[in-house]
C-alpha cells in the first residue's frame, strides 16, 4: 500500500496530462467532424472528395501509424516543429474527427426531409434550417454515438506514452519500473482511467435525459 500512497500523486498528474488532451482533442475532432460531414453532404462534388479520402484514409488506418506519421513524419519536414503533446493532440483529434463525421453525417440523414421543406415554407433558409431545426434533433440521436466515440478516444490517448507524452500510462511506467509493483500501479491507472470514463458516461446520461424532456 505503501507505494500506491506514493505514486498516486505522481500519477494524478499524468491523469491531468490525460484530460487535457483529451478535452482539446474532442473539440478539435468535434470541429473536423462537422466540416467533414457539411463536405460529404454538400452538391460539390470536389468537397465530397476530399472528405471521403480523409475518412476512408483515417478509418483505413491505425492510430499509431497516424500518430507515428504526425509526430515522426511531420517533424521530419524541416518546416514543421511540433512538441508530443500537440502532436498527440492533433492526432486525437484527426482520428475523432473522421468518426465524429459519420456520426454526424448519419444524424443529419436520419432527420425527415419534410422537416426541411417545411422550415423552409416557414421562410428560413437553408443555414436557420440546419441549425434550428436539423441539428438540434439530429444531436439528439447523435448523443449516444458521440459519448462512444469520446470514450475510445480517451483510451487512444494511452498510446501517446509511446512518444514520450507525460500522461498516465507515461507516469504508470515510470513507477513500475521504479517500485516493481507492477500489479498495483497498473491496477490504479486502470481505476483512474475507469473513474474517468464513468463519469464521462453519466454526463452523456445526463444530458440525454435533458434532451428527451425537450
Known amino acids: 500500500m505503501e507505494n500506491i500512497t506514493n505514486a498516486i500523486p505522481f500519477?494524478?498528474?499524468g491523469l491531468k496530462v490525460t484530460i487535457y488532451i483529451f478535452f482539446f482533442a474532442?473539440?478539435?475532432g468535434f470541429i473536423f467532424g462537422l466540416i467533414t460531414?457539411?463536405?460529404?453532404?454538400?452538391?460539390?462534388?470536389?468537397?465530397?472528395?476530399?472528405?471521403?479520402i480523409f475518412v476512408d484514409a483515417i478509418r483505413g488506418t491505425p492510430f499509431i501509424v497516424q500518430l507515428f506519421f504526425i509526430y515522426f513524419g511531420l517533424n521530419s519536414l524541416d518546416f514543421i516543429s511540433l512538441d508530443r503533446t500537440l502532436a498527440g493532440i492533433l492526432t486525437v483529434a484527426i482520428n475523432a474527427g473522421a468518426y465524429f463525421?459519420?456520426?454526424?453525417r448519419a444524424g443529419i440523414q436520419s432527420i425527415d426531409k419534410g422537416q426541411t421543406e417545411a422550415s423552409r415554407s416557414l421562410g428560413l433558409n437553408s443555414t436557420q434550417t440546419m441549425q434550428h431545426v436539423v441539428l438540434p434533433q439530429a444531436f439528439r440521436r447523435m448523443l449516444p454515438a458521440i459519448t462512444n466515440q469520446s470514450i475510445i478516444s480517451l483510451k487512444d490517448?494511452?498510446?501517446?506514452?509511446?512518444?514520450?507524452?507525460?500522461d498516465i500510462v507515461q507516469r504508470g511506467k515510470v513507477?513500475?519500473?521504479?517500485?516493481?509493483?507492477?500489479?498495483n500501479i497498473w491496477l490504479t491507472v486502470g481505476i483512474m482511467y475507469f473513474i474517468i470514463i464513468y463519469l464521462l458516461s453519466l454526463l452523456s446520461s445526463?444530458?440525454?435525459?435533458?434532451?428527451?424532456?425537450?
Not at 460531414?37 to 471521403?52: D, E, H, N, V, Y
Not at 463525421?101 to 454526424?104: G, P
Not at 490517448?157 to 507525460?166: N, P
Request: proline share 4%.
Open 26 to 28: 474532442v473539440i478539435l
Open 157 to 166: 490517448t494511452s498510446l501517446l506514452s509511446i512518444i514520450g507524452v507525460a
Open 101 to 104: 463525421s459519420e456520426i454526424i
Open 175 to 183: 513507477q513500475a519500473s521504479a517500485t516493481f509493483d507492477h500489479f
Open 37 to 52: 460531414a457539411f463536405f460529404r453532404l454538400s452538391p460539390i462534388k470536389p468537397l465530397q472528395w476530399i472528405a471521403k
Open 206 to 214: 445526463y444530458f440525454e435525459r435533458r434532451f428527451t424532456l425537450r
Open 11 to 13: 500519477l494524478l498528474d
